[in-house]
């Protein structure tokens, strides 16, 4: 089975009947629950429970701290190269718009990851586009050779992988896998991803199944917010990490919450996510899957991001550039969106520690590395 | 002194503490050195010798004895690979074995910690368990070769005190090594009460991590243990549900009045 049968029990299901016969007194009555079910978790991202926000926080902050403490996981992205043969709507890496394409040589990829050790990170994920001409699994594998030298932890965000493959980048040295289905709903996929192999919906809603089934540490997930109603696409994301969780129950599940941001890609007219409706999914997902991390980009603001620590992150990038090569300072390729929180490592870990939290660099390292003993 | 051996080490201090959690470095240090533990455990995977941040190993007091554990291992092997590494890392010959392949509760595969508890305590490593109380589990773990046994009172991080109660008190009962009661301790009142039971010690991370006043609650888990201790070598009395007047039928035997 796989996670496209579960949510086929919702295909028909009335979100807003649903919402409609929801009281104050469900939401009270939720919040002192210890553990929550699937529809107490649709309920808490109902409009009812926006009245509720500020006890959702308490509840939500309480759980991090008992699951995650005070400390937040720093990492930062690298993009490897930005050719692309898809065709979705909102990415700027689109084949159709008219950027400046490129990808890093090995001797670039070091030179990167020495600016990027530089700065303390020790975690690091590594992004393409999608084109097994430009970037086949060949050169990602010959990328992460070079990048173990630099770094304790290795996750990629590229294109959908088949389980040969994902165990393949494992093998090398890949711990990690951010992958996010864009939007759960089929037929909204098949409207912004208008060609290209990602165009196949199972097939990129089974990969973290499959990097799973290779034995990956640790999974990322998301849909990218303001593609569909939010609602929705929040509450199959919830139930997609809760599916991956309780399959393979040794995998460390997190859950992105990207918002579209500015691109060069065609779409224009989707529905906005306020900061409020931010929150209110992220309070909504950390008392439905208390120990499930949260990572939050550089797509937000800083100040937002600030605001959000307590209730419930555990991971954020800092130092972020999009751009090809853009660590190095010599970018040779356009970035994917426009990021809002420009800060350095150093100022967020200023931030971290002024708000009551440790930066964590590290927190994982080759285990299969030879020792004298 | 009351001391505490574990493998061929006598310990004053029965609070062993834990280094995750903290808001920084320099309040977990603060902290351990405000309840005198002499056991600290860290997670390897956070131990950064080549980093450019902070070290935490550079944040434990000198005189404490490093406990690496395995967190992130999934399996035996894994653990064993991680064990290793904290050894030649400078860690220490000390290991808490940590297999953990459940994500949800961070409960601990027992099969698997039996397999690496056999390798590592060969290999001469002080092994010290982390293991859901199981009696038949514990006694495979002494052959193995485990210098202590650390069973969990909740799941870790829950604060829900100890709530495998019966089945600790087995072990305690009937486990020759130290029983060290680790995870699910959240206020020092319970830290007390399985130090009464007879445990030989606690480990107590989240709840001193989480707390307002991580020094201040880890003076009062200190204060809890030696408390607890106490009672327990002074064999506390018997528990009843009513008052009873002392010997009431049978007074009669000792005033000479037959």
Same mark, same amino acid.
């Given at each position: *089975? &796989? ?38 978790? @649709? ?31 720093l990492y930062t992205p690298m993009y490897l190269a930005n050719y692309c043969v898809n065709r979705c709507l909102y990415c700027s890496f689109n084949t159709d718009t008219t950027i400046k394409r490129s990808k890093l040589t090995l001797e670039e990829i070091e030179r990167e990851a020495q600016a990027i050790t530089a700065t303390?990170l020790?975690h690091i994920l590594i992004l393409t586009g999608e084109s097994k001409g430009q970037t086949p699994v060949s050169y990602i594998v010959e990328a992460v050779k070079v990048l173990?030298?630099y770094f304790?932890?290795i996750t990629i965000e590229i294109y959908s992988l ?7 980048i494992?093998?090398?040295?890949v711990?990690g896998l951010t992958i996010y289905q864009e939007v759960?709903?089929?037929?909204i996929y098949?409207a912004v991803h208008l060609s290209g192999p990602k165009k196949d919906?199972?097939?990129r @809603?089974?990969a973290?199944?499959? $990097? ?8 990322n997930i998301g849909a990218l917010l303001g593609l ?20 393979? #129950?040794?995998?460390? !599940?997190?859950?992105s919450l990207p918002r579209l941001r500015p691109h060069k890609g065609s779409l224009r007219d989707y529905p906005l996510v306020?900061?409020?409706?931010l ?16 990572t939050i980009s550089t797509r937000e603001k800083a100040?937002f991001r600030?605001?959000?620590? %307590?209730?419930?992150?555990?991971k954020m990038s800092a130092g972020v550039s999009t751009e090809v090569g853009g660590h190095s300072s010599s970018s040779k390729g356009d970035s994917q969106f426009e990021i809002s929180d420009t800060r350095s490592v150093e100022e967020i ?25 | ?11 004053? &201090? ?27 455990? *860290? ?31 999934? #399996? ?11 050894? $030649? ?13 459940? #994500? ?5 595969? #027992? ?7 056999? !390798? ?7 092994? @010290? ?6 009696? *038949? ?33 087995? @072990? ?5 090594? %130290? ?9 020092? &009142?319970?830290? $007390? ?13 989240? $709840? ?8 201040? *609650? ?41």
């Amino acid at each position: *089975m &796989s996670f496209y049968q579960s949510i086929q029990r919702y295909q028909s299901f009335d979100y807003n009947d649903f919402f409609k016969g929801l009281t104050e007194d469900h939401i009270t009555k939720i919040l002192r629950k210890d553990r929550i079910s699937e529809e107490d978790f @649709l309920a808490l991202l109902s409009p009812k429970a926006t009245l509720h926000l500020e006890e959702m926080a308490q509840k939500a902050n309480k759980l991090s701290l008992q699951h995650f403490g005070k400390a937040i996981l720093l990492y930062t992205p690298m993009y490897l190269a930005n050719y692309c043969v898809n065709r979705c709507l909102y990415c700027s890496f689109n084949t159709d718009t008219t950027i400046k394409r490129s990808k890093l040589t090995l001797e670039e990829i070091e030179r990167e990851a020495q600016a990027i050790t530089a700065t303390g990170l020790r975690h690091i994920l590594i992004l393409t586009g999608e084109s097994k001409g430009q970037t086949p699994v060949s050169y990602i594998v010959e990328a992460v050779k070079v990048l173990k030298k630099y770094f304790e932890s290795i996750t990629i965000e590229i294109y959908s992988l088949t389980e040969e493959e994902y165990r393949e980048i494992i093998e090398v040295g890949v711990d990690g896998l951010t992958i996010y289905q864009e939007v759960y709903d089929e037929a909204i996929y098949d409207a912004v991803h208008l060609s290209g192999p990602k165009k196949d919906y199972k097939f990129r @809603l089974d990969a973290p199944e499959r $990097a799973c089934r290779a034995k990956i540490r640790s999974v990322n997930i998301g849909a990218l917010l303001g593609l569909n109603d939010w609602h929705k696409e929040a509450f199959i994301t919830g139930l997609h990490g809760n599916y991956l969780q309780n399959k393979y #129950n040794d995998v460390e !599940v997190s859950i992105s919450l990207p918002r579209l941001r500015p691109h060069k890609g065609s779409l224009r007219d989707y529905p906005l996510v306020g900061d409020k409706d931010l929150v209110q999914i992220l309070l909504a997902l950390k008392i439905f899957l208390p120990y499930i991390g949260i990572t939050i980009s550089t797509r937000e603001k800083a100040s937002f991001r600030d605001h959000l620590i %307590p209730l419930g992150i555990t991971k954020m990038s800092a130092g972020v550039s999009t751009e090809v090569g853009g660590h190095s300072s010599s970018s040779k390729g356009d970035s994917q969106f426009e990021i809002s929180d420009t800060r350095s490592v150093e100022e967020i870990k200023e931030t971290l520690y002024a708000r009551g939290y440790q930066p964590i660099f590290k927190n994982w390292m080759d285990i299969e590395k030879d020792i004298d003993r | 002194m009351d001391g505490l051996k574990i493998g061929d080490t006598l310990l004053e &201090s029965r609070l062993l503490t834990g280094t995750g959690k903290f808001s920084s470095n320099q309040k977990m240090e603060a902290a351990l050195k405000s309840c005198g533990t002499q056991v600290v455990t *860290m997670a390897l995977r956070r131990v950064d010798l080549e980093g450019r941040e902070e070290n935490i190993l550079n944040y434990i007091p000198k005189e404490c004895i490093l406990l690496p554990n395995t967190s992130g291992a999934r #399996n035996a092997e894994e653990a064993i690979r991680i064990a290793r590494l904290a050894k $030649a890392m400078g860690c220490g010959n000390w290991v808490k074995i940590e297999v953990i392949s459940d #994500n949800k509760y961070l409960l601990p595969d #027992n099969y698997e910690t039996i397999k690496a508890t056999e !390798v590592l305590a060969k290999e001469g490593f002080v092994v @010290l368990p982390y293991m859901s109380p199981d009696l *038949m589990a514990a006694k495979r773990l002494v052959e193995a070769g485990a210098a202590a046994a650390m069973p969990l009172g909740a799941p870790i991080g829950t604060n829900r005190g100890i709530r495998t109660k019966e089945l600790v008190q087995i @072990l305690i009962d009937e486990i020759q090594v %130290p029983i060290i009661v680790d995870a699910g301790i959240g206020k020092p &009142s319970e830290a $007390a009460e399985a130090m009464e039971m007879g445990a030989a010690a606690v480990l107590v991370n989240t $709840a001193i991590a989480t707390a307002e006043d991580p020094i201040k *609650m880890a003076e009062a888990f200190s204060l809890a243990v030696k408390a607890g201790r106490m009672a327990y070598v002074a064999k506390t009395g018997v528990e009843r549900r009513l008052a009873a007047a002392s010997s009431p039928l049978t007074g009669f035997l000792h005033e000479g009045d037959l």
